[in-house]
Structures are given as C-alpha cells and as structure tokens.
C-alpha cells in the first residue's frame, strides 16, 4: 500500500487543491490529511472610494484598483490560508467594536471554505477508488466534523480506527495544552484516556496498524518550537528551541509500537524519528508559502516500513 500523508495546511486554497492531486501525482492508494485544516484570520479588503480599496496583510498595505485587481488580491489571501472579506470603513468600524459579531464572521467564513472544500472534493475524487481521510486538529473548530461527514469522498478519521488494504488507521487531532487555548487540547492524563480509547479499538499486528495522532511525541526531535514567555514573547534571543510535543502520544507509541505514526502540529519539525520499532514522521509545514509538504510511504506488512520520502510541491 502506498499513502500520503501531510497536515496542517491551515485554510490554505491552493494547498488543498495539490492534497486532492496528490494521490494520483504520486500513485498512492491512500491520502490521509492529518489536522489543522481551517485558517486563522480574517482579512478586511476596504472600500475607499469608487473602486479604489485597500487591505492589509502580513503587516503590509495594499491599495487597489478595481474589480481585478481587488479579486487577483483576493485570491492571493485564500492561498495563504486567510479569509477575505470586502467592507465599507464603517462597517470595518462597527465589526472592531463587536468581537462577537467579528467572531461569528469568522466562524462563517471559515465553515463556508471547508463546505467548498468537500464539495470540490467530492467532484475531483469520484469514481477515482482513492480513499481520502481527514483528521480536524486542535485549532479546527468541532463543527468541521459535521461538514466532513456529510462529504461522499472524505472519511472522517477523528476518533476512529479504519481499515485500509489490510492495515488499520487509528486517528486522534487532539494535542496537549498549548499557550494558544485552542478548542481540541487537554491535559496529558484526558489526552492518554482519549488515545487509547482510540488505539485500543486496534485488532490488527503492530506491523499492520498505523498511528495518526496530530501532535508528536515528547522528547522525538519531531516536537521542537521556540520557549515563550507568560506574555507569548520567545524566551531566548535565537531559536533555543524546546520539546513541546506530547508525552501521551509517546507512551502510546512505547506501547502499542505500531510500524508507522504520522503527525504534524509542529510546522518547523520536518522529519523523522524512530521509537523503538515506529517510524515517526512529521512532514512539516509550508502553508503560508503555497507549498504542500508531505511524506509518501510505501507499507507491506513486514516487520518496518518498506520505504518513504518527504516531498515538497
């Protein structure tokens, strides 16, 4: 069997659209997204005057011309994973003055593109045989789960073990704390209890079962970010980077030894790790830039992994 795994393309268009290629691009059986697929912010494109508008982004202002210009500006947004939306500076000024309102925005615009996204999904990956399996991670929102069970050509994974072609997938996207209060994250001991209420629905051999389990194991390489402060400043000048991942999803894998544990979460961590007999790999992220990043891993049952690459594209 031959797989793809990437995650964490948080909201991005055009990262999207490559996952659903990337099964026939690479021939695999099997593509499996593995969590935080929704964006984070929204991006305000103001009308001044006539069809003169601006928007800022990244920091950066952009004044525009017209209705090509402002859709080109657009379409640049959703590629980096954000949520255009055009306004008047009045209604701009009202929507600042109303955090509930600007997060119900939010919330619609953000549902309205994963609805796109498995409609297009639906389209591209009828009458292929490929099975498409997505995880919603920590900072994706619960009602995304009723979107993705409504798709005819996406499973949801969360929560579940799957059979593919002899192997079974066992997934989880929730992490433990972090400094950001997202809405799927627990104490160790709630995420241990939720892992293996996952895992322990496994029936086949170690070298047949699959973990996908969104944040990485502690201490793995695979779990490294930058320290911050109480007020989220980094610590230390520099990168001084700290194992942040998961000391449950590490006992699990100590444990169950499955032959291969996907994960993500951590975008800067590209790479893999082995405990004990499990391959771990965190294919990173890249979303920002358009660029999907993978792992393509090719699995025949036998003691390890027959082989893998990381891909970038």
Known sequence: MRLFFAT???GSEVCWRKFLNSGKHYEANVI??????????????????????HAVLLE?????????????FEQAVCRRGYYPFRTTPEELADLQADEERATRLFHELMLGRVEQWMSLADERLEGSGLR??????????????????????VELAEGRVVDIDGFQLASTGWSNLTPWNTYRE?????????IENVVGQVTAEPERTIFSLHCPPYGSGLDEAPELTA???????????VPVGSKAVRAAIEEHQPT???????????GNARIG???CINPGSSYEQGELLGAVIDLEGGKKVKRFVLTSG
């Open 8 to 10: 964490d393309i948080h």
């Open 32 to 53: 499996v997204l593995g969590g935080d697929m929704t964006g984070k912010a929204l991006v305000p494109v103001v009308q001044d005057d006539g069809d003169r508008w």
């Open 60 to 72: 950066n202002r952009h004044d525009l011309s017209g209705e090509d210009e402002v859709a080109e």
């Open 132 to 153: 498409c399996f997505v995880c919603p991670g920590n900072d994706d929102q619960f009602e995304v789960d009723e979107i993705v069970q409504r798709a005819k050509n």
């Open 186 to 194: 627990e104490d160790e001991p709630q995420l241990a209890e939720r």
């Open 231 to 241: 007020d989220m400043r980094l610590k230390h000048a520099g990168r001084a980077p």
């Open 260 to 270: 291969l544990s996907l994960h993500g979460h951590i975008h800067e961590c590209r």
């Open 277 to 279: 007999r499990t391959l």
